[in-house]
């Protein structure tokens, strides 16, 4: 089997309808679209309950570290420290929460 990761022998044929207000389906279709699936793979993974992570653009995630970086030179400004630390902590919740990534292990 050349390019194709499914099995001949395996496909999808069943078919499910599900009725969405138009703005729940807008709202599906963005997430759908931030996570790199269509609205009928956010779907099935919804179903399955698996857990659904957005793609997050590699780019972004350099420049908020590099702005992390920069806020950290703040320290040597004691009168910036604390809201320099309070700043730190959103850009690593906001890093963590676009790549799905918990943190490191304490």
């Known amino acids: 089997m050349t390019g ?9 044929t069943e078919q499910v309808q599900l009725r969405l207000y138009p703005d729940e389906r807008l ?6 679209a931030m996570a790199g699936l269509t609205l ?9 309950q698996q857990h659904v992570v ?3 653009d590699a780019e972004l995630i350099r420049e908020l570290r590099r ?14 420290a604390h809201e ?3 700043t730190l902590a959103e850009i690593g919740a906001a890093i963590a929460h676009l790549s799905g990534y918990a943190g490191p292990a304490r």
């Open 27 to 32: 709202q599906y279709s963005a997430e759908a």
């Open 84 to 86: 320099a630390r309070r």
């Open 40 to 48: 009928a793979a956010l779907a099935r993974r919804r179903l399955a």
């Open 4 to 12: 194709s990761r499914r099995s001949e022998k395996r496909r999808r």
């Open 67 to 80: 702005l992390g970086g920069q806020l950290i030179q703040t320290k040597h400004k004691p009168h910036l």
């Open 54 to 56: 957005a793609r997050v």
